[in-house]
T-cell receptor, first 111, second 111 residues
């Protein structure tokens, strides 16, 4: 039981490049979330999903897209990376009791 | 967007002392959760308190909630060096259980 895993752990992009962050959970959770954390700040919600095939916008969705084709996976895409997207990205999934389980994070730098 | 504000931003205590962190928020909530984040790691759920609860305990943790003042506090008793981390409150409103995080309190416990 690996919980929530994220791939990759680190990535450096140039402005304008694209990439996809993968989140996987093996707990059969319906709800999944993508957050970003900037220095000295709490996490901010980018997008979330309430089940397979569904996605919805969070607090800071601009510049990101997501897909939930399989229940266990939640993908976060950056079509054209910008320096303002330099951040640490966390994925989480939610248990029935409202507790969220977080992955270890992906540290992304956009030059 | 509603956001919790933690106070203090940073707290340094000696092992064995108690640590108290406060969180204020802006709107009504379904529940309030506290998370811990060790440096460079993902968040770990500590405790959840529902809007109709006033106090909750879990091991050395005690959480209070005052919905009339829109505030919560987290007390860690008999602190240990291993408690050194950042602590975040997160409010929840709505059926998707989206978390809205505060900016966090950095706790340093020294020997």
């Amino acid at each position: 039981n690996a919980g929530v895993t994220q791939t990759p752990k680190f990535r450096v992009l140039k402005t304008g490049q694209s990439m996809t962050l993968l989140c996987a959970q093996d707990m059969n959770h319906e709800y999944m979330y993508w957050y970003r954390q900037d220095p000295g700040m709490g996490l901010r919600l980018i997008h979330y999903s309430v089940g397979e095939g569904t996605t919805a916008k969070g607090e800071v969705p601009d510049g990101y897209n997501v897909s939930r084709l399989k229940k266990q996976n939640f993908l976060l895409g950056l079509e054209s990376a910008a320096p303002s997207q330099t951040s640490v990205y966390f994925c989480a999934s939610r248990a029935l009791g409202n507790e969220q389980f977080f992955g270890p994070g992906t540290r992304l730098t956009v030059l | 967007s509603q956001q919790g504000e933690e106070d203090p931003q940073a707290l340094s205590i000696q092992e064995g002392e108690n640590a108290t962190m406060n969180c204020s928020y802006k709107t009504s909530i379904n529940n309030l959760q506290w998370y811990r984040q060790n440096s460079g790691r993902g968040l770990v759920h500590l405790i959840l308190i529902r809007s109709n609860e006033r106090e909750k305990h879990s091991g050395r943790l005690r959480v209070t909630l005052d919905t009339s003042k829109k505030s919560s506090s987290l007390l860690i008793t008999a602190s240990r060096a291993a408690d050194t981390a950042s602590y975040f409150c997160a409010t929840v409103l709505g059926t998707a259980s989206k978390l809205t995080f505060g900016t966090g309190t950095r706790l340093q416990v020294t020997l």
